[in-house]
């Protein structure tokens, strides 16, 4: 990546594709995008970090609801968007297209993703798609203090260690851990951290052979694109919508 | 890139396809799952004995249970809709006064002070401000209790039980259980309840929801029902009786919108929407307290300002029209009395007048201004008052009302089928431009428009047909 | 002013006309019309002008010649004329065309397809194929219309709109029937099975296809919920009828239902699964491993159901019932969902810590 080296801590987001995605990007140094499934409290996190800074509205064109509001930190303005709540990106519901998209080309600085900690085993199924997309996350686990009440605790060193993200301990209902989420995503979005995703494994042998294979046709005709894997497993499942935007060429920028 | 380049990796790629199976999507999740499974062993400490989640499980027992979940379910609907119309009553009332008594004439006397011409006095003030001021007094308080006490219950996990329970009533007649709630959101404001739709995502049975949502009594539509019901039916038993019978009337009205619901529900997943996809999963998250605060600001924000808001923007022309045609005179005749004795005939058809008929064309913005727009249209056609055509109004007791609509030549079958038009007919325009913002499609608006009318106007017709056979 | 006169007059005197009963004869009439026309639909085609009906007729008529060919059986008008049900008159000025058109010929009273006549067969065939296995994966419509659905739109799609819809479904090789779909070149591969009638006790197979029509045996076949990649273990079978056991459940057929259904034997590496069985026949107290999703359940339904974890390995248990035993609320990964139990027909189960104790 040649930005880095011009610029260590500069927003990495793709500015004319989010204004496609109906997000102005003038007024904020960075754009943070908040993942997850439904019911792991993504929307109290929201709240916890923007307060009543934010404003509601749909995603253009569509019937979901879209959250956006900011906060400061260290002078910097973060741009907050509160992604529709998905078990998976891989199916082709309205919101999953949402989220995908915004995460594929809006390409935020960072994406936070909340992830219930009593369930992780559920959650990561996500997480590990995420991953697959984009390269600067940060996990939430969130609902720490109920994951307790039964007796369950997450080890988040080595849960960061196989993720090759930094992990964060939350319970947002009663403000715990926010500040430390924050300042965790602000040195992401600093490229203080630097992360290196889990990349998916457990495909049986021949579908990896395959993977592989049209993995290093992407990586040939497009040198730099950071998730050629991921595209390779979507073209393998004829994902139309994939399909089509490599036809209006969406991958060539960046 | 080239193009060519772009079709040989498409080819690749299907080439490959072949070669995987057509099941790799199964393998893609199967593949995702081992590796969360095995990070998830890694990570996860448990800390003795698992505490299984007892106390949920009771709750669940009891609140699924095919004794008591019903009759729970029953009952926390009831207070909820108990809540709204009482608690309703009293800020409604103080809105009212506020924006009609008092404000009303203070902008009169500024305008004639200012020197406004009397025509735009009464365009701007008895139309336009009127039609406002009456919309956010009946509108905001009943929305302004009854979303975050709905919000609260979603956020502790309670509706989803509710859906659960009702699923199987649901599912016969193809709809999804989460309708349940978007039914009775409906009996809040029917745009919140096409808003609330999101929450099915089955692209079948939320179309469903949204079509027949408006055959949830909404919040505009109660007092219309009440008033009604205690005139002409409260009245033919002795007045002790009257108040008893005018609810078990009002309650039939709202439960035949309920049968509606499920018969127009099942004849669209039967005929036109056969062909949609549709998913059915619903999770049982845990429960979980909710967040009092956040939950009572961003209802406010989120459901109840921004219904308020459309239905104010689609208030304000109503008003200027209702003053309009009833201060435009052709040979001495306003514009509303002319159509009023041209709709007559084809009302009486319907067992309803040309008063009741062109009030639900002029007040399509809320239900809520039927009753007043009603009112006013009487008293102009029976010419009792010259100047103050064009303004809205409500009488201060029933009797007062019930003399002037027999008046107006108001029967029994009149006040029955204004009852059943006021539950089967186009929803309002607020409701209209949100089912057009939800489901972005001409065609489904229109037919979720027009669909009640006809049903209104067969079930009418058919009321007045076997009436005529006794009478 | 005189219009407005009228149009008052006609309203008023519209209640005497509608008086009394004669309102609900009119609505009986009505329905009857509209069940008339319902019933004879097809045969109101051939009331269009003929221009408008020879591409499907002529299409119609290939599609069945093809087929017949193919099953080596002798053609006469009469037979086409029936199995179409279209006037032989018709059939007869259809032909000459298609003669001239040199799509057939015809010799000693046969009619043979030329080359291009089969290459057009097939060509309808590909889009009949691809608009099932589109109508399986995109819509929600039940699986005894996508023939009449797909017999309708085979005359319809261009070339190149069947290209796209074939792209669109990711090059698809076989319809949800498990028939192949012929290439745009129109090569069709073929994987022969043999009928499920005849095949000796306790064998074990795999159903590859299942013939749509006629529409009355395949009513009754997927009535049992068989599908196509179904394990099936032979009971018993003779003249009349064959028993058999498939995901945990004991279908009895008669011969002349059974003869639709093909199979293959299972290779050395499928094994036929034992105590293979349907998730909704899991009781309260017991506990389960699911096998995998059954191949008929298919497009956005199978892809939520894995996406909520109902994987191949993963276990799980009943937690409650709603009233009428539906929807179940499942337990797998300490989360609750609750499926409809047509849904939970679709995801394969083995039993678990088989808990006797609990059973009533």
């Known amino acids: ?254 | 890139m080239e193009n060519k380049d772009i079709q040989d990796l498409l080819d690749l790629a299907s080439e490959l396809r072949w070669e995987v199976g057509e099941n790799f999507h199964d393998t893609l999740v199967e593949g995702i799952y081992a590796d969360a499974a095995h990070i998830a062993q890694k990570t996860e400490i448990k800390i003795g004995e698992p505490n299984p989640y007892n106390f949920e499980r009771k709750l669940d027992q009891v609140l699924t249970s095919k004794k008591y979940g019903f009759p729970i379910m029953i009952l926390i609907l009831s207070i909820i809709l108990w809540l709204t119309i009482q608690g309703a009553n009293y800020p409604s009332g103080l809105l009212a006064s506020f924006f009609l008594e008092f404000l009303h004439p203070i902008l009169k006397t500024g305008a004639s002070q200012v020197g406004l011409p009397w025509w735009l006095d009464g365009f701007l003030i008895d139309g336009v401000y009127l039609a406002l001021g009456w919309v956010i007094s009946v509108m905001l308080p009943p929305m302004a209790i009854f979303f975050p006490m709905f919000t609260l219950l979603e956020d502790f996990g309670y509706l989803p039980r509710v859906a659960f329970n009702l699923d199987s009533l649901f599912k016969k007649s193809g709809a999804h259980g989460k309708q349940a709630l978007t039914m009775s959101m409906g009996w809040g404001c029917n745009a919140a309840g096409v808003v609330a739709t999101r929450i099915i995502d089955s692209p079948r049975e939320r179309l469903i929801a949204i079509i027949t949502n408006n055959f949830s009594l909404c919040n505009g539509r109660w007092p219309t029902q009440i008033l009604i019901a205690t005139i002409f039916i409260g009245a033919l038993v002795p007045d002790s009786f009257s108040t008893i019978l005018a609810s078990i009337a009002v309650i039939n009205i709202a439960l035949l919108g309920i049968g509606f619901t499920f018969l127009s529900s099942w004849m669209l997943s039967k005929t036109l929407l056969k062909g949609e996809v549709s998913t059915f999963a619903l999770e049982l998250p845990p429960y979980r307290p909710p967040n009092l605060w956040t939950t009572l600001y961003t209802s406010l924000i989120d459901r109840t300002l921004i219904v308020l808001w459309r239905a104010m923007v689609f208030a304000a022309p109503a008003g200027a029209i209702i003053w309009l045609i009833s201060n435009i005179y052709v040979d001495n005749l306003s514009l509303a009395n002319i159509t009023i004795d041209w709709m007559d005939g084809f009302g009486l058809f319907f067992g309803l007048n040309g008063v009741i008929l062109l009030a639900y064309v002029v007040a399509i913005p809320a239900n809520e201004i039927v009753i007043p727009t009603i009112l006013m249209l009487t008293v102009a056609h029976l010419n009792l008052m010259g100047a103050g055509d064009g303004v809205m109004f409500e009488l201060e007791s029933t009797t007062e009302t019930a003399a002037l609509l027999h008046a107006g030549g108001w029967t029994l079958l009149t006040g029955i089928n204004l009852m059943l038009f006021s539950l089967l007919h186009n929803p309002c325009s607020t409701t209209i431009y949100t089912i057009y913002q939800e489901t972005k499609s001409w065609k489904w608006t229109a037919f979720a428009s027009i669909m009640p009318v006809i049903l209104g106007f067969l079930v009418t017709f058919l009321v007045t047909q076997i009436w005529q056979l006794f009478h | 002013m005189t219009l407005h006169l009228n149009l008052e007059k006609l309203f008023a005197s519209l209640p005497t006309l509608f008086n009394k009963g004669y309102v609900f004869l009119f609505f009986t009439a009505l329905l009857i019309v509209f069940f008339i026309l319902k019933k004879y639909q097809y045969l109101l085609r051939s009331l269009l002008p003929f221009k408008y009906i020879e591409k499907s007729i002529t299409e119609d008529l290939l599609k069945q010649l093809y087929h017949i060919t193919s099953g080596q059986k002798i053609t006469d008008f009469r037979m086409l004329s029936r199995a179409l049900k279209i006037p032989e008159r018709k059939i007869l000025k259809v032909f000459e065309s298609m003669t001239q058109n040199g799509l057939i010929y015809i010799s000693d009273g046969h009619i043979t397809l030329t080359k291009t006549g089969k290459n057009y067969a097939l060509s309808i065939i590909r889009i009949h194929r691809l608009w099932e296995k589109y109508l399986s994966e995109k819509t929600g419509f039940d699986k005894s219309l996508w023939h009449d659905l797909a017999e309708a739109k085979e005359h319809q799609l261009s070339k190149e709109e069947t290209e796209a819809l074939y792209e669109e479904l990711g090059r698809p090789r076989f319809d949800p029937h498990g028939d192949p779909i012929p290439t745009a070149l129109g090569e069709m591969i073929s994987e022969m099975g043999t009928s499920i009638v005849g095949i000796p006790k306790g064998t074990v197979a795999k159903i590859i296809h299942i013939e749509d029509e006629p529409k009355s045996i395949y009513r009754k076949i997927i009535k049992e919920k068989l599908h196509v990649g179904a394990h099936v273990k032979i009971l018993t079978s003779d003249d009349h009828h064959i028993i058999f056991e498939s995901e945990g459940h004991s279908i009895q057929l008669s011969t002349i239902v059974a003869s639709n259904i093909q199979v293959v034997l299972l290779n050395s590496q499928e094994a036929y699964e034992e105590g293979k069985v349907r998730l909704s026949s899991l009781i309260e107290g017991e506990h389960a491993t699911i096998l995998g999703i059954s191949s008929e359940c298919r497009g956005a339904n199978r892809r939520r159901l894995l996406d909520l974890g109902f994987i191949k390995g993963t276990l799980l248990t009943i937690e409650y019932m709603g009233p009428n035993q539906n929807p179940r609320a499942y337990r797998l990964r300490n989360t609750l969902i609750a499926l409809r139990n047509d849904q939970a027909d679709f995801i394969l189960i083995e039993k678990t810590q088989y808990d006797r104790t609990r059973i009533l």
């Open chain 1, 1 to 254: 990546m040649t930005e880095l080296e011009s610029c260590d801590s500069c927003a990495l987001n793709n500015s004319a594709q989010l204004l496609k995605l109906g997000i102005n990007v003038e007024n904020a140094d960075y754009v943070i995008a908040l993942a997850g499934n439904p019911n792991t409290g993504k929307s109290t996190v929201f709240n916890a970090l923007t307060g009543l800074k934010q404003h509601t509205g749909n995603w253009p064109g569509k019937t979901v609801t879209r959250a956006e509001g900011g906060y400061r930190f260290k002078d910097h303005k973060m741009k907050l968007i509160d992604l529709p709540g998905t078990y998976s990106l891989l199916s082709t519901s309205q919101d999953e297209e949402i989220a995908r998209n915004f995460i594929l080309f809006g390409k935020p600085d960072v994406t936070i993703i909340i992830v219930d900690a009593a369930r992780i085993e559920r959650n990561l199924n996500l997480v590990l798609q995420i991953l697959e997309i984009t390269d600067r996350a940060v996990l939430c686990l969130n609902l720490m203090d109920e994951a307790l009440r039964h007796h369950i605790d997450i080890d988040e060193r080595t849960l960061g260690k196989e993720l090759g993200i930094p992990v964060v301990k939350c319970s947002a209902i009663k403000k715990q851990g926010i500040s430390e989420l924050i300042s965790t995503v602000h040195q992401v979005a600093m490229r203080q951290i630097i992360c290196k995703p889990y990349r998916i494994k457990g495909l049986s042998k021949p579908a990896q052979k395959m993977v592989d294979k049209l993995d290093k046709k992407i990586r040939k005709n497009y040198p730099g694109l950071p998730n050629s894997r991921w595209i390779a497993m979507r073209l393998l499942d004829a994902d139309a919508d994939i399909i089509k935007a490599l036809k209006n060429g969406d991958f060539i920028n960046h």
